[in-house]
């Protein structure tokens, strides 16, 4: 069973960087042909993907963004991380780290961590 874990913290100030970790279980994130996503929903908005990295290292942004967001990975640790640049309270969130098959689509979700832009 694979599972997800989002950790960071919940509280950044405007203009500073975010930065969250997806540990992943039960499964590599070197594993043929997974992307991992980073998905956020802000209060009263659907779900946003941001940006994945997939099993190869290669990584994909959301276009609206791509020039604030960098996703990177330690396969050391099996873990997935987002950093986002010069945050503002609009970037208030619960964030979550997925799994795409590539197939059918997202089948593993972590929990989701509530982010705060706030001073």
Known sequence: ???LQESGPGLVKPSQTLSLTCTVSGGSITTNYYCWSWIRQS????LEWMGAIRFSGNTYYSPSLKSRTTISRDTSKNQFTLQLTS???EDTALYYCARDDNY???DYWGQGTQV???S
Not at 43 to 46: I, L, R, T, V
């Open 1 to 3: 069973q694979v599972q």
């Open 43 to 46: 209060p009263g908005k659907g």
């Open 104 to 106: 059918s689509g997202y």
């Open 116 to 118: 705060t832009v706030s």
């Open 87 to 89: 945050v503002t309270p």
